[in-house]
């Protein structure tokens, strides 16, 4: 277990058939906030891949044909030892993702609740009896796949990797992880831990761990090796596109969960206090990196001064710092490419008539919560995703503006509406193109049984609940002739 002033947890290795490999080297896991070696971790390459992919391969007949209660049960033990290490994880979510000690404590949280229902899978319906003209009896079941590859991001490396396999592994599923070179622990070995603690069979789930250098090779192994019957990735647009692309070619199910560009709606009759605490919190949790983050702050035009004023009060309470330091909500960016890219975009807004109402500045991979006014649908920043600590807020006279502004982006994952009147909230919300939308909250919501996804470049398939059994098996039609149906005489 790491004490929360440590930031080296021991590497064992490689976890491929329940056991602890060393890879072909090594690569350096950086503690964002000062740019440090965090950790020595080991760069798997087309081999280890290869390894780790027929170990699931060969381990799949057994765990999907077990009892679904002996499934469900396993899972179950994963969330609770997963809590009895959450400490283990906030550390690591300080130091090697560079959050902020309460989005730790959150994840924290989340990811058990997510074991627990993907064991409530286990027993939901798997299928539904149909109507036959020839009186048989006619079924449509879902069965699980076999090998699942599960490529997981950075930015919330344990929500968003436990629910990339949790699902899929309840149903039968046998699971390859390979997580972000930035978070491989957080995001990969340190659930090897968790999974061989609460006695997952060997084989049922492996991970491996690779460099950016190394990665293209070992992801290209995992989406086009035959034995993989499904991937599931979660990270960028352009990423995500070229995956999807090779699944396609491979006649492969992919469920991919991209970026956004999201929209928080103020309209004239919100309640202020609601309206700048969501905005708050969806645009600068985890400093904006985090695929719902509020990036684009719509306000009807009666309230948009006000909200202005008090929104950037609000803001500027908000401490950027060390994530060390608990009291520092705003850490760093992950890596230097995100500070440029943020940078190039503010650097856009501000060249073509942007204000900057707040913030602005960056000192290393540190970026000051940011608010800009002014912003036209010419810069970059408008219909770009940032992903940084940086809202652009902007009024709006109608509701049918507000949604075109809205929609103005070739994303569509998540949106908020802060209103009195959740009649007019739902009917903007069916216009609205987006995979979710959250009256009187942020866009960032999420809940482990609920379906999560996308629209339009935001991704395909969705995650959470019975939703990620749809994605994450295959239909049969099995039907039992008992009306000894006839054929033709001359048969």
């Known amino acids: 277990m790491l004490d929360a002033t440590t930031t080296a947890p021991q590497i064992k290795g490689l976890y491929i058939d329940g056991r602890w490999v060393p890879g072909a080297g090594q690569f350096d896991d950086l503690n964002p ?10 760069n798997a390459g087309i081999s280890e891949t290869k390894q780790a992919i027929e170990a699931a391969h060969r381990a799949f007949p057994d765990w999907a044909n077990r009892p679904f209660q002996e499934r469900a049960h396993l899972i179950l033990k994963i969330a609770d030892v997963w809590e009895a290490r959450a400490a283990d994880y906030v550390a690591a979510a300080q130091y ?12 924290a949280g989340h990811v058990a609740e997510t074991f627990r229902a993907a064991a409530g899978l286990c027993y939901s319906s798997i299928g539904e009896v149909l109507p036959s003209e020839h009186r048989k009896v006619s079924t449509a079941i ?27 592994m309840a149903f039968g599923n046998t ?17 090897a831990e968790i999974l ?7 084989g049922v789930f492996n991970v491996i761990t690779a460099s950016r250098e190394r990665t293209p090779e070992v992801g290209d192994e995992l989406i086009d090796n035959p034995l993989v019957k499904g991937i599931s990735f979660t990270g960028s647009t352009p990423v995500g596109r070229r995956i999807a692309a090779k699944c396609g070619a491979h006649l492969k199910k992919c469920c991919i969960e991209l970026g956004g560009k999201d929209s928080l709606i103020v309209l004239e009759d919100a309640d202020m206090d609601r309206a700048t605490s969501s905005a708050s919190f969806g645009a600068f949790m985890h400093q904006g990196q985090i695929c719902m983050s509020v990036e684009k702050v719509l306000v009807q035009e009666q309230l948009y001064p006000e909200f202005l004023r008090q929104f950037v009060a609000r803001v500027s309470k908000l401490k950027t710092g060390d994530t060390a330091d608990k009291s ?3 850490g760093p960016l992950i890596n230097d490419r995100q500070v440029a890219r943020v940078q190039a975009q503010l650097d856009d807004a501000i060249a073509k008539g942007a204000k900057v109402a707040l913030g602005g500045g960056i000192s290393g991979r540190f970026v000051e919560p940011t608010i800009l006014t002014h912003v036209t649908p010419d810069m970059d920043i408008w ?17 049918a503006e507000a949604i075109a502004m809205s929609n103005d982006t070739e994303y569509g994952l998540s949106s908020g509406i802060i209103t009195a009147n959740e009649e007019r909230a739902l009917a903007m919300a069916q216009h609205l193109e987006t995979g979710m939308c959250h009256v009187n909250c942020s866009c960032i919501n999420d809940e482990p049984h609920a379906p999560f996804g996308g ?12 939703w990620a059994m749809e994605t994450f098996s295959e239909t049969r039609w099995i039907t039992l002739d008992r009306g000894g149906r006839p054929y033709p005489p001359v048969f």
């Not at 930015?155 to 899929?168: D, E, K, M, Q, Y």
């Not at 629209?455 to 019975?466: C, E, I, L, P, W």
């Open 33 to 42: 906030n000062d740019g440090s070696v965090w950790a020595r971790v080991p």
């Open 96 to 107: 090697e993702g560079g959050g902020w000690y309460g989005k730790g404590m959150f994840e």
């Open 142 to 168: 879902r069965v699980s796949m076999g090998v699942v590859g599960v490529i997981s991001p950075w930015n919330v490396p344990g929500i968003l990797t436990s629910r990339g396999f949790a699902f899929a």
């Open 175 to 191: 699971i390859v992880l390979k997580p972000s070179e930035e978070t491989p622990y957080a995001g990969g070995l340190f659930f």
């Open 196 to 202: 061989e603690e609460a006695g997952i069979p060997p």
């Open 328 to 330: 520092n909500v705003i």
């Open 383 to 399: 219909r770009d995703e940032t992903f940084g600590p940086v809202a652009v807020v902007t009024p709006f006279k109608t509701d």
């Open 455 to 466: 629209t339009k470049a935001s991704g395909v398939g969705r995650h959470g609940g019975r």
